[in-house]
């Protein structure tokens, strides 16, 4: 069994992306070919925004909203103290000052009620996170940065496909970013990123920042980065596209499935009545994680920890006054979350071999050390 079978996928789609990639090959169209153009297109009808920017990289994505939203040296932007590192590391790459806020113990996301005590005369936006698959509160998210004159990024690395209240993810803020990193719910055989907006000006300057600012060969307007996405990833993803939808339903009836087996043995994560998730990640709550996680790996079932300290803590932040502040739940997480086996093409058998070894394994391991055992949820 593999956490991401990307083997499985690329067999089930073999002729699909072989020819794909073959197209490209003949064409030598290996930058800026016309895959870039029509995966763009078909990105933005997708989000339901006027502009999908291809670049090369989720982390890039980030660098390239911050430089086009004019982030400036010790410039605060208020973002997660829970989540993957370069949601808060760009910050700090262009000499701004990451102000890290507590998620909520509900959905992982950031916490709303949290984010307010957080602004400063400094502050300049918000990165907000949907993480696992599931968008934040981006409603309430954005009226408090309205209230405060502030911009937010939605940081959709993980919840491209995901729902919040009828309206999908990368289209809840003025600019939002995505990944296509190869274990992600819409993944490309390497590094790729995506930039949406509706803001014509913000478009056109992330388009401009993505290649050395060139407004045309060797014509420079700005100081940019060779952010470019390759044709050949924009070739596979357009391949995939065509299969997404059947994907995450999938993912949907997978965690549906985890959910009902694992319900009163594990702490299960929540979805918001508003959202839909993309399930990136199934992630778990166990409070002998790391027992339970070695007994797991000796039946052969992988798992993966999302993510095993809280961003404040990490030594690139050390200089930082957060270093020393407590993030409860930030560090509650960190302990005890463990990530199962989940992609789009996971069956039953699958998500019932690894369910029934984690009610084995945690079961034996409460009863070696006295442990309460979850509540069930009602349903």
């Not at 072989?18 to 153009?37: L, M, P, R, W, Y």
């Not at 296509?180 to 490309?188: E, H, I, M």
């Not at 690894?354 to 509540?375: F, L």
Request: aromatic content about 8%; charged content about 25%; overall charge negative.
């Amino acid at each position: 069994m593999q956490f991401c079978d990307l083997t499985r996928q690329y067999k089930t789609y073999k002729a699909e992306i072989d020819e794909a990639i073959q197209s490209v090959i003949d064409t030598s169209g290996f930058i800026n070919g016309k895959e870039i153009n029509l995966l763009e297109n078909e990105l933005a009808e997708y989000t339901g925004v006027a502009h999908a920017i291809c670049c090369s990289s989720g982390t890039d994505a980030l660098l390239l909203a911050l430089m086009a939203l004019d982030l400036q040296p010790g410039d605060e932007v208020i973002c997660p103290a829970f989540s993957f590192f370069s949601s808060a590391s760009m910050i700090s790459l262009l000499k701004g000052k990451p102000v890290f806020v507590d998620v909520s113990p509900i959905d992982y996301n950031i916490d709303v009620a949290k984010i307010e005590e957080k602004i400063s005369s400094k502050t300049k936006g918000i990165i907000a996170v949907s993480l696992f698959g599931q968008c934040a509160d981006f409603d309430a998210i954005n009226e408090i940065a309205n209230t405060h004159g502030l911009w937010v990024v939605e940081d959709a690395a993980q919840s491209f496909g995901a729902t919040y209240k009828g309206r999908k993810s990368c289209s809840l803020t003025r600019i939002a970013v995505t990944s296509f990193f190869p274990a992600k719910p819409l993944g490309c055989y390497g590094d790729g990123g995506a930039v949406f907006t509706s803001d014509e000006n913000l478009a056109q300057k992330v388009k401009l920042l993505r290649s050395h600012g060139q407004v045309e060969r060797y014509q420079h307007q700005l100081i940019g980065i060779n952010g470019r996405m390759d044709t050949i990833q924009a070739a596979i993803l357009r391949v995939k596209m065509k299969h997404f939808e059947t994907e995450l339903y999938t993912r949907q009836l997978a965690a549906g499935l985890y959910a009902k087996l694992l319900n009163g043995h594990v702490f299960l994560p929540e979805v918001r009545d508003y959202n839909t998730s993309t399930w990136a990640q199934y992630t778990i709550g166990l409070q002998n994680r790391n027992v339970v996680r070695e007994e797991l790996q000796k039946k052969g079932i992988p798992t993966s920890v999302h993510y095993p300290a809280p961003l404040p803590r990490q030594q690139a932040f050390s200089d930082l006054p957060s270093y020393d502040e407590s993030f409860e739940v930030s560090e509650l997480l960190s302990e005890t979350v463990l990530s199962l086996p989940m992609h789009g093409l996971i069956t039953k058998e699958e998500v019932e071999e690894v369910a029934n070894a984690i009610i084995s394994v945690t079961a034996e391991a409460q009863r070696r050390e006295g442990r309460i055992e979850p509540q069930r949820r009602k349903e």
